[in-house]
């Protein structure tokens, strides 16, 4: 049976079973006579599974469903636009592209929706932003945070995790190859402009002042690649 074969087999067990992350498999003899494959088969299906992130192998206890991460997604995504980008390729600037296009499709459907915790907690976020910004400090990890939580009033946790993997991808690129000055007086003005946008229930404002933060990023990056 070819190892593509096996590997299917045991996604479709899985899902038959209903097995969640962190379940156990079946151990290796009982999936040699499930699969009516070899030790080395089994085995080598059960790599390639670990490596998407399907199952888990751990040594000396057995095999579990795995976390199902999209961290192979991140990885992949990542090291493309870097080969893209040595190729001379416009890579980097395609990836913010993928993200400005579904954050833009997305924040005008939680303009005047998003509960008051959630209002609270981006109106925080901006805050601390503004007193990174006039402390030097950088504003990473803040506008990370705002874009999660902004999102997160969407109550998708798949379209959660698609928007940080390409935020994973994207940074990460950005940090080794792209690193365009930034002012952060301007990054804090445009993530206020979005919360006052998305509180005060206009979602063509929302779309546009998302558009205006990526144009700005979209403008910072076309000078360093």
């Avoid at 998407?52 to 997604?73: K, Q």
Wanted: proline fraction near 4%; hydrophobic fraction near 45%.
């Amino acid at each position: 049976m070819a190892a593509r074969d096996l590997q299917d087999r045991i996604k479709k067990l899985i899902v038959e079973r209903r097995l969640a992350s962190g379940a156990p498999l079946p151990t290796e003899p009982e999936l040699m006579g499930y699969l009516g494959a070899s030790r080395n088969s089994v085995r080598e299906a059960l790599k390639a599974l670990q490596a998407m992130g399907i199952v888990e192998i751990r040594h000396g206890f057995g095999t579990y469903v795995g976390p199902m991460s999209l961290a192979p997604m991140i990885e992949g995504l990542t090291f493309r636009t870097v080969v893209g980008h040595y190729r001379g390729e416009d890579s980097l600037l395609q990836l913010l592209e993928l993200r400005e296009a579904m954050e833009t499709g997305l924040v005008s459907r939680l303009a005047g929706r998003l509960p008051a915790r959630d209002l609270a907690e981006l109106a925080a976020l901006v805050e601390r932003m503004e007193r990174e910004a006039a402390t030097g400090a950088g504003l990473a990890a803040t506008d990370r945070a705002f874009h999660a939580t902004l999102y997160r009033g969407l109550d998708n946790a798949l379209l959660s995790e698609v928007l940080e993997a390409f935020w994973d991808a994207f940074h990460q690129v950005h940090t080794d190859l792209a690193a365009g000055p930034q002012d952060p007086d301007v990054t804090c003005r445009q993530h206020r402009e979005i919360l006052d946008a998305v509180r005060s229930g206009d979602a063509v404002r929302a779309e546009r002042a998302i558009r205006d933060h990526f144009d700005d990023v979209r403008t910072r990056l076309s000078t360093t690649v």
